[in-house]
């Protein structure tokens, strides 16, 4: 169900709002309800490194915050995860919450959350993603235009006002577009906050960057020194660690409450003393820091293994270096099948401007739903979607549960 602004005017009165999950999509929504009008109080967060901290001026409390007996009559609680809502949802039911009253998911807001590839290049062949060479179709190497983004935040303000934040990455290495500072600027000056991922190991005008003021600012990595290059692939371990620093200064100069996560890939080579190396670096510059399993991410292999071909040479190697192997990966992602698929609300728009049909799929061939985002009604790309030969194949296997079985496995080793 969606909810309109009267709806939920209606249905939270005059109890004080939280967001729960200080993310992204949390940041997000803050910044979407603020845009409406309404007055969050705060986010509940379990990171212990976020708790007791201000982000976008409102406190992070701990789920602690939440437990006790008026806790339901006092607050109303606005659940923020992309992987997490069932369990986030169960803990607050647990704590007399109720759905569509006392609490409900940023969809029922915000239906669907929107990926933008500013980059349609990357500068490294990580050998778990389809760039080191799959049996995917190579994508077109284009740059989005500033005039381009700056259409596609107004389809997407004009078709989904509740929208407060998006993605600008996805396979690409965004720090490679020159108009990246420009872009975040503009989208933020539209009320839309942007996440970036990039590996920096490219010299980008970092302080523009800043300037521009990205909400949340993850750097992937996995491994130090020579060990760094074997799955950050053509990557360079020092110019990675300068560049960090650099990042970690300006933030400090510019926008000290921009989130920074550093997203540690952990393989059989990356974990022990590298990890507490990165942990370490991170404590010092006052970074997050988050280690995940490392796994591959390109569906496509993982869909082609499913169907009985086998993995190319990448993929095979770097299959032999996760800690959480593909079949375990697919077994977990298999007892969930049932559950419905977090990437279905996501709508990927590339940077040529098409559309995909799923974000987790790399092959744009049968994951191509329309040409021209710009073009094509909102209405549409969702009709045409639900019909999708690719995800009736994926579901088959319960592939669309496996990118969240190791986001779980990554929740469960952490807290
Ligand atoms: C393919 S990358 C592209 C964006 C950017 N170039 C970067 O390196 O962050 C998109 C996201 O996937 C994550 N990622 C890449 N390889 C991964 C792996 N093997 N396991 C888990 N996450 C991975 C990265 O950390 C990043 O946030």
């Given at each position: 169900m969606t909810y309109t602004l009267e709806d939920l005017r209606t249905i939270i009165g005059n109890k004080q709002i939280l967001v729960y999950g200080a993310g992204n999509q949390g940041r997000g929504i803050i910044q979407a309800l603020s845009d409406q009008g309404f007055e969050p109080s705060g986010f509940i967060d379990k990171n212990p490194e976020l708790q007791s901290r201000v982000l976008a001026g409102l406190p992070v409390h701990s789920p602690e915050y939440i437990m006790g007996q008026d806790a339901s009559d006092t607050f109303f609680v606005v659940v923020a995860s992309f992987f997490f809502e069932r369990e986030i949802?169960?803990?607050?039911?647990?704590?007399?919450?109720?759905?569509?009253?006392?609490?409900?998911?940023?969809?029922?807001?915000?239906?669907?959350?929107?990926?933008?590839?500013?980059?349609?290049?990357?500068?490294?062949?990580?050998?778990?993603?389809?760039?080191?060479?799959?049996?995917?179709?190579?994508?077109?190497?284009?740059?989005?235009?500033?005039?381009?983004?700056?259409?596609?935040?107004?389809k997407i303000r004009r078709e989904d006002p509740f929208v407060g934040n998006i993605q600008i990455y996805q396979w690409g290495e965004p720090t490679l577009n020159r108009d990246l500072p420009a872009m975040i600027?503009?989208?933020?000056?539209?009320?839309?906050?942007?996440?970036?991922?990039?590996?920096?190991?490219?010299?980008?005008?970092?302080?523009?960057?800043?300037?521009?003021?990205?909400e949340c600012f993850r750097i992937s990595a996995s491994g130090t020194d020579d060990l760094y290059e074997l799955t950050h692939t053509g990557?360079?371990?020092?110019?990675?660690?300068?560049?960090?620093?650099?990042?970690?200064?300006?933030?400090?100069?510019i926008y000290p409450e921009m989130?920074?996560?550093?997203?540690?890939?952990?393989?059989?080579?990356?974990?022990?003393?590298?990890?507490d190396q990165v942990a370490e670096l991170c404590h010092k510059l006052g970074f997050e820091f988050h280690p995940v399993p490392a796994y591959l991410i390109s569906l496509d292999d993982v869909l082609a293994y499913c169907e009985g071909m086998s993995l190319p040479g990448p993929a095979q190697r770097v299959r032999e270096l996760l800690l959480v192997d593909l079949d375990e990966g697919l077994e977990r992602a298999r007892q969930e099948a049932l559950l419905e698929c977090d990437a279905f609300r996501v709508l990927m728009i590339n940077a040529d401007l098409s559309v995909s049909i799923c974000m987790m799929f790399y092959n744009p061939e049968g994951n191509t739903v329309a040409d021209n985002?710009?073009?094509?009604?909102?209405?549409?790309?969702?009709?045409?979607?639900?019909?999708?030969?690719?995800?009736v194949r994926c579901r088959k296997f319960g592939i669309h549960r496996y990118c969240g079985v190791y986001a779980k496995i990554s929740e469960e080793e952490r807290y």
């Open positions: 949802a169960e803990e607050l039911e647990a704590q007399g919450f109720i759905k569509g009253n006392g609490y409900i998911s940023y969809n029922a807001l915000k239906p669907h959350d929107y990926v933008v590839e500013v980059s349609g290049v990357c500068n490294l062949r990580c050998i778990s993603c389809p760039r080191a060479g799959s049996n995917s179709v190579e994508r077109p190497p284009v740059m989005m235009s500033l005039a381009n983004f700056r259409q596609v935040l107004a600027h503009q989208a933020r000056e539209n009320g839309i906050l942007c996440g970036v991922s990039s590996n920096l190991n490219h010299p980008a005008d970092f302080r523009a960057l800043i300037e521009a003021r990205p990557g360079n371990w020092k110019a990675f660690v300068a560049n960090v620093e650099t990042i970690a200064g300006l933030r400090r100069e989130k920074v996560e550093l997203y540690y890939h952990r393989y059989k080579h990356s974990i022990g003393k590298p990890q985002y710009l073009e094509t009604p909102l209405e549409k790309i969702i009709a045409e979607r639900t019909k999708a030969p690719l995800c």
